[in-house]
T-cell receptor, first 112, second 112 residues
């Protein structure tokens, strides 16, 4: 049973481009969470999704950021028109139900 | 903000010593969890303690929870160099569904 898979591992974008981060949850997990981490800081909650539904997006900026978790395929975190301040590590986690989270290895986004 | 806070921010000890980290939070919780993060990696779940529990053990880990003080502590006994990592507490709050709030972390260095 593979763990939570995130890709790409590293993503470099120029200002104004789009960034797409993918997350495949563990098999059987229907809850997906996205977190953002800046160096030397904790994880900041962004969005919580279940299949085809956004349950809580209170931590996600209203503009430029969107997330989806379709019926088939991975969850996608999309950042449009990236700016330097978007540079961070983005972690995805999944869980089968309320309880512990299983994390992916993260995507390090660098905006030039 | 419902984000937890860990204390201390950084801790350096000799191998074999015990390490204690604390976490404080602000509002009532369903459960509290501790996670470990090695540099550049995703978080790994260590232990979960429910709001009606006061103490829990797992190997060399001991977690306590004091809901009256809204605080938890993580004790690592007989530390090893391999325990060097950042440790985060995450709180699952009663009124926010399945959203997990992470603290800022304690960076532990175990000197061989």
């Amino acid at each position: 049973n593979a763990g939570v898979m995130q890709n790409p591992r590293h993503l470099v974008r120029r200002r104004g481009q789009e960034a797409r981060l993918r997350c495949s949850p563990m098999k059987g997990h229907s809850h997906v969470y996205w977190y953002r981490q800046l160096p030397e800081e904790g994880l900041k909650f962004m969005v919580y999704l279940q299949k085809e539904n956004i349950i809580d997006e209170s931590g996600m900026p209203k503009e430029r950021f969107s997330a989806e978790f379709p019926k088939e395929g991975p969850s996608i975190l999309r950042i449009q028109q990236v700016v330097r301040g978007d540079s961070a590590a983005y972690f995805c986690a999944s869980s089968p139900q309320v309880g512990k989270l299983f994390f992916g290895s993260g995507t390090q986004l660098s905006v030039l | 903000s419902q984000q937890g806070e860990e204390d201390p921010q950084a801790l350096s000890i000799q191998e074999g010593e015990n390490a204690t980290m604390n976490c404080s939070y602000k509002t009532s919780i369903n459960n509290l969890q501790w996670y470990r993060q090695n540099s550049g990696r995703g978080l790994v779940h260590l232990i979960l303690i429910r709001s009606n529990e006061r103490e829990k053990h797992s190997g060399r880990l001991r977690v306590t929870l004091d809901t009256s003080k809204k605080s938890s502590s993580l004790l690592i006994t007989a530390s090893r160099a391999a325990d060097t990592a950042s440790y985060f507490c995450a709180t699952d709050h009663s009124n926010t569904g399945n959203q997990f709030y992470f603290g800022t972390g304690t960076s532990l260095t175990v000197i061989p």
